[in-house]
């Protein structure tokens, strides 16, 4: 299968799952809110890794799709509340209205507070998984999207607003607020083999999702400041608007897709040491999309 291939096949699996799943919600305005923003697409960069992961560990079955669909939608959950007026204040998401300008600021709350404990339940459904793998990948999902995950991170990114952050600083932000849900993705993939695997194996991926997680950031902010609002589907120059420390802002154009290039290569290191079925297919490719993407 191409990369093109493996990235439309999944998305439209889990555009079908995401949709099953949501069918049979009350058309109340909650559920309708949870809708606008689960099904409107996005990259779905996640689930792809969730899928990539398990298929580089000899998973193949289906069952990628109970993890992915349930970490998606606890990214969504966080993309709302991040666009709300106490957080980023954003109009915009992923080319029309954010949540809480499409219904109202106490509906986007609530949908993102229902999209978390669905992913839960979710994941606590996967099937043909035994009691203790689906009970590792809870506590794995609440922990990288926890205190300790990327909700610290978007504290610590709020608190840095208006400051000026060393690379160091900069760094421990986005490896939890946009690291902690990738490795998260990676872990969960490995999981479906339903199998204890080996620590080595583990740290390799959590050293591929450190490096991919921060590539992708590096692009962000260089998308930010060089692709245009229609493209990107939300506006240019969010982050200077917000005074946000971006590693474009420290490093320069230049100096940020130069690290940004470091990074890719430290993950494509890391897959030279995982002993998986053919990590290369996927793993490597996703890792050179979140380089060379668009928006």
Partial sequence: MSFASFQNDTRERLEQHLQALLRNSTSTRLAEAMRYSLLDGGKRLRPLLVRAAADSMGVSTNQWLYPAAALEMMHVYSLIHDDLPAMDDDDLRRGKATNHRAFDEATAILAG????????????????????????????????????????????????????????????????????????????????????????????LTTYGQALGLAFQITDDILDVTIDTATLGKPQGSDAALNKATYVQLLGLGGARHEAQMQIDAAHQALDRLGGVAPEASLRQLATYVLTRDH
């Fill in 113 to 204: 507070d229902a999209l978390q404990s669905l992913a839960y339940e979710h994941l606590s459904q996967t099937p043909e998984l035994g009691c203790n793998a689906r009970l590792s990948m809870i506590r794995l999902l609440a922990e990288k999207a926890g205190h300790a995950g990327m909700v610290g991170g978007q504290m610590l990114d709020l608190q840095a607003e208006g400051r000026q952050l060393g690379l160091d600083e900069l760094e421990a932000i986005h490896r939890l607020k946009t690291g902690a849900l990738i490795e998260a993705a990676l872990h969960l993939g490995a999981l479906c083999t339903n199998t204890d695997l080996p620590e080595a194996t583990l740290d390799t």
